[in-house]
């Protein structure tokens, strides 16, 4: 239960030996000239980072993760239901659609709580409330988190599922550091465990889906397919997190397992003859022989095709590798996250010429919101205001992933590729606030409620979520097909960027 603000370190790494990557990337000449020619520019990385992040800072996002605590708990409470996604059209447009608890999505509304929890206990200046108003919205996001923790931390066994770390670990690991719930770490650990327990010593990675069932797709047997996803780097810091607080390494040499099985399978090298610079493409889903670890098959589920580059997949892995390298400090996953990044950059820089959106302040001209899928046939009208369609779940989890490698080179003394990574990152940022960011704002109401309330700005002007413009999935032989829309994971990884600059000083 939320109490009193803790001021102890987030980080329980393992493997912290900082080894340098010096001399293994050779980054970034010729990739500097191939991304330049977009013309475009920058801004200095010294400007204001809370005036140049402002919507990710503003009363509005706040206000708007604090009035979805409270009514999505309405006839809900303890929730069956978590918010998922904001469809921007229909009858039911602008409001949060509730996906049932056990689906893998449940983790990123607490998470995002205990993002802006974490904001008011340990950087109160980013929150521009008065006092009065302060304390009440901190207090309903504290009470409001009792609810939406229920249900996660009875999940925490679950072994149908390798989405342990999404549904988990968003929440509870920030419950555990912030507030010293002893509840809340038992789920983290309980959460490491469970998932450990779907590794495969044969494949030498941890299973993914037990069952992939699209139209004219079914792969379903556990004893000759073991499927895995580029999705699942993510959920390896849970491995790693929980060896930290038991000092059990079998459970970040299983993640390190893992990382190197992703990277053997559903990486393509996209480098070019001669060029050291490493360029990665990425596949979906790997299907392995759990009897053999023979890879049996290499397809999509969510990207256009088996052979194109889903944009949140490739994110996906951009992130997850950075946050193996650091750690573990083994330079390979360096080389991943770089390849992958440079690649994700290279496509956006290269994309068609109707993804720039007139009128568009960002520093790209919204070329930096990706395509849903890089390789997509592009109809310019399929979205009217932004053009293509796009994801803008994909960018800002792939900015997250930037600034974790930007990090971890500079800790190994490569500052002029930690500066470009960084400044990437910024820009993608920068032109999904510009173009994505809901106009339809809402602030708190100052006046004695025993909740904190919350209003449009505008009468009648709403929309649920911060960012628009997110694709869940927009394949072709999905039994659910969804996309421009709000999307849970697109705030709470918008969110986590503004944190995660915080922790570092940088705003």
Known sequence: ????????????????DNTS??????????????????????????????????????????????????????????????PEYVPQTGEDANQYALREADFWTCGFFPGCIYLLLERFNKFPHTIALSSKTRALAKATLEKTAQSWDGPIRYMAGRTDTHDMAFIVMLSQRSCYE?????????????????????????????????????????????????????????????????AGLTGDETLAAAATSHADAVMGSVLRDESKKGDSTPLYSTFHVANFSPVTGAIKELRTAQGYARDSTWARGQAWGILGFARTFLRTGEPRFARAAAGLANYFLLRMDTSPDCVEVPGCNGPKRGRYVPLWDFDAPIDPNTVAD??????????????????????????????????????????????????????????????????????????????????????????????????????????????????????????
């Open 386 to 507: 932004t053009g293509p369609l796009r994801d803008s779940s994909a960018g800002v989890i792939a900015a997250n992933g930037l600034l974790v490698l930007s990090q971890a080179l500079r800790a190994g003394g490569q500052t002029a590729e930690a500066d470009r990574y960084l400044q990437a990152a910024f820009d993608i940022v920068e032109d999904t606030l510009a173009l994505s960011l809901a106009r339809e704002t809402a602030e708190f109401v100052d006046e004695e409620t025993e909740v904190a309330k919350v209003k449009d700005s505008q009468a009648g002007q709403t929309f649920a979520a911060i960012l628009k413009h997110a694709t869940a999935n927009a394949n072709a032989r999905d039994h659910h097909r969804y996309w421009n829309h709000g999307l849970v994971y697109a705030d709470y990884y918008l969110l986590e960027f503004g944190n995660h600059l915080l922790r570092m000083g940088l705003a």
């Open 1 to 16: 239960m939320p109490s009193s603000p803790s001021s102890t370190s987030s980080e329980g790494a393992v493997h912290s």
């Open 21 to 82: 990557v010096d001399g293994t990337l050779d980054i970034m000449d010729s990739l500097d000239t191939k991304m330049a020619s977009s013309g475009a520019t920058s801004k200095p990385l010294q400007a204001p980072l809370l005036q140049r992040f402002g919507g990710i800072f503003a009363e509005n996002a706040v206000a708007k993760i604090t009035r979805t605590a409270v009514e999505a708990l309405v006839d809900n409470d303890p929730p069956t239901r978590y």
């Open 178 to 242: 912030q507030y010293h719930d002893a509840q809340a770490r038992e789920a983290v650990i309980k959460a490491a465990y469970a998932l450990h327990s779907r590794y495969n010593a044969t494949v030498g990675a941890i299973r993914s889906w037990d069952m992939l069932n699209q139209n004219g797709v079914l792969v379903d047997s556990l004893t000759e397919d073991f499927l895995v996803i580029i999705d699942s780097m993510i959920n390896l810091d849970l491995l790693y997190y929980v």
